[in-house]
């Protein structure tokens, strides 16, 4: 399967636009480019494809069938990339992975656990490995994200706050 190319991505949008608007000017508008901008590139993809996708009047812009065709199919991949957007921006905002906490006994239990509750359902994809344990972690060795602990970090790579 060949890939398509940017030029043809940039056809089929200003196609779209002008057909959806009625316009090759309304389309410039729209997209920020020059009328000659969207008609050139109208008639590259009209040129690659071998069809005619509009009939052209002074005062008219209308669908041939083989332009209603590649509207309808354009609009679909249109609103695709759009979910695919969509998709990428939520999961970038929603957490998800494991997150690995080192904590001694007290801390777990009267602070973290009875706090748990409310961050699993404001975080459902986020998974919680607590090791509880009054010993000190390396949290890079043991690949922890969070170590809660009193006193002294002892280790100068690791950011404290008191």
Do not use: C, W
């Amino acid at each position: 399967m060949e890939q398509i190319g940017l030029d043809r991505l940039t056809g089929l949008v200003a196609f779209s636009r002008a057909a959806s608007l009625g316009s090759y000017t309304a389309a410039a508008r729209s997209l920020g480019i020059s009328p000659s901008a969207v008609s050139k590139s109208v008639q590259r993809l009209e040129l690659h494809l071998g069809l005619k996708l509009f009939s052209r009047t002074t005062r008219s812009l209308s669908l041939t069938p083989e332009g209603k065709d590649l509207l309808e199919r354009t609009l679909k991949l249109l609103r695709q990339a759009e979910e695919i957007e969509q998709a990428v921006v939520a999961a970038k905002s929603e957490p998800t992975g494991t997150l690995k906490i080192s904590t001694p006994i007290p801390i777990a239990v009267h602070i973290l656990a009875p706090a748990l509750p409310r961050f699993r359902s404001r975080y459902p994809k986020v998974v919680i490995d607590m090791r509880v344990a009054d010993r000190y972690v390396d949290l890079i060795e043991e690949g922890f994200d969070i170590s809660i602990r009193v006193g002294d970090p002892g280790d100068s790579r690791l950011i404290s706050n008191v």
